[in-house]
């Protein structure tokens, strides 16, 4: 999805100062409640100029979860080795890539967080599978690979290792908020990160997950 030129031709500063402040709508509403006039509100702008940045609220949200996902494939380049041998260890830098992320970026976090909160909705139909259908692409690709390179189960279907990757990954946030109650919408209002628990433990986590997904995807 991409913005109308006048977006495009803001400059670097105002365009962040605009995405920050939709981030931050997106990241504490559902996207039935976030609210259009809020935002330009406090871009101080009038509601219509701002259709001149983003045709609807629509193109706007999906302009947001290209960008947030673009910003965190940025981000991992820096912080995980491609060079690495082991499917699994791979996983754990990505997850701490994501804390990283999560900290550095907390607002995109927690905007692509809600994004997979979404129910089924007339205006932007099933979000939730869209958004993963976007991560699955690459996970495919990613799993096929480690399939060819023997370390991963042949006789599994790549589309099934996939998901269970994806949802490995999902699950592991989800166990997260229920044993620590987190509420990263009244962390981002109020701290402005999502979390704030030791990296030691959250790394230990994420570990007993992916050692639990080892266990049914690996080869002997």
């Known amino acids: 999805?991409?913005?109308?030129?006048?977006?495009?031709?803001l400059p670097e500063e105002r365009k962040e100062q605009v995405l920050t402040v939709c981030l931050r709508e997106f990241s504490l509403h559902d996207y039935d409640?976030?609210?259009?006039?809020?935002?330009?509100?406090?871009?101080?702008?009038?509601?219509?100029?701002?259709?001149?940045?983003?045709?609807?609220?629509?193109?706007l949200y999906l302009y947001l979860i290209d960008y947030c996902i673009q910003a965190r494939v940025i981000h991992d380049e820096g912080l995980v080795?491609?060079?690495?041998?082991?499917?699994?260890?791979?996983?754990?830098?990505?997850?701490?890539?994501?804390?990283?992320?999560?900290?550095?970026?907390?607002?995109?976090?927690?905007?692509?967080?809600?994004?997979?909160?979404?129910?089924?909705?007339?205006?932007?139909?099933?979000?939730?599978?869209?958004?993963?259908?976007?991560v699955l692409s690459v996970i495919r690709v990613m799993v096929g690979e480690w399939v060819k390179r023997g370390q991963l189960r042949a006789d599994l279907d790549?589309?099934?290792?996939?998901?269970?990757?994806?949802?490995?990954?999902?699950?592991?946030?989800?166990?997260?908020?229920?044993?620590?109650?987190?509420?990263f919408s009244s962390n981002i209002r109020e701290k402005g990160i999502l979390y704030d628990l030791p990296e030691a433990e959250l790394l230990s986590i994420s570990r007993q997950f992916v050692n639990l997904l080892k266990n049914g995807i690996a080869t002997s």
Do not use: C, W
């Open 1 to 9: 999805m991409v913005a109308l030129k006048t977006f495009n031709n």
């Open 33 to 59: 409640t976030a609210s259009l006039s809020g935002i330009v509100s406090e871009l101080g702008l009038a509601k219509g100029s701002f259709y001149r940045y983003f045709e609807n609220k629509k193109s």
């Open 81 to 134: 080795d491609r060079d690495t041998t082991d499917f699994f260890v791979l996983m754990l830098q990505h997850f701490g890539a994501k804390m990283s992320f999560d900290r550095k970026y907390p607002l995109h976090s927690a905007f692509l967080y809600n994004v997979l909160q979404e129910r089924n909705n007339e205006e932007l139909g099933d979000i939730k599978l869209y958004s993963k259908e976007r």
């Open 158 to 183: 790549i589309d099934t290792i996939a998901f269970m990757v994806l949802q490995t990954q999902l699950s592991i946030f989800d166990y997260i908020a229920l044993r620590y109650h987190v509420d």
